[in-house]
């Protein structure tokens, strides 16, 4: 009986292990990060935006974005990879869950994108990663991008894709999510 017992523990053990592994989710198809990321100006700085969605049924929380400046500099003979912070505005965290929102980034005297303003010409990248917990399994969940000069248009901003359906609620037209319009002076 005791052996019976155990083995059924055991099994069970194996299973809930081969079930965690094979039920993690596929991290580039949940979290949806625009193509390219805009370069515009928003009343008296330079803004850097981008859009990110949660495409999951469920939502998530805990979620903290980080966006980084990367480059390469020589430093003593030898070229050394830089990663300067770029601070982001985080009020369209909380409602990360339901709507997709911008990420934006001020670009003024503090920022490294104004203090090192030809890195991008240079093959420098904009890093951006994101971490949240899912609240369905508590597993962590973890996505990247990068923007490089060629995928960053300026004097453009992105389309609205919030629209009333006909109940009066709001839904995302997602076919327009990458779709920016040029900003006209």
């Known amino acids: 009986m005791m052996q019976c017992l155990v083995g059924l523990f055991i099994d069970a053990c194996l299973l809930g292990l081969i079930y965690a592994r094979f039920a993690r989710t596929k991290l580039n198809t949940s979290i949806l990060f625009s193509n390219q990321a805009v370069w515009r100006r928003d009343g008296q700085h330079p803004v850097l935006q981008f859009r990110v969605a949660n495409l999951r049924r469920h939502q998530i929380i805990d979620g903290r974005l980080r966006m980084y400046l990367a480059y390469l500099e020589e430093e003593y003979g030898e070229m050394t990879l830089r990663l300067d912070d770029l601070a982001v505005d985080r009020s369209g965290m909380a409602f990360f869950a339901s709507f ?58 992105f389309e609205n894709i919030l629209r009333e359906n006909i109940d009066g609620r709001l839904q995302v037209d997602f076919p327009r999510f990458h779709q920016t319009l040029p900003i006209r002076r």
């Open 100 to 157: 997709p929102f911008l990420v934006s980034h001020i670009i003024d005297e503090k920022s490294p994108l104004h203090l090192k303003s030809d890195v991008l010409n240079r093959g420098g990248e904009i890093l951006v990663l994101f971490d949240a917990v899912d609240t369905a399994t508590s597993t962590d969940l973890q996505s990247r991008t990068s923007y490089i000069k060629e995928e960053i248009e300026y004097d453009s901003r």
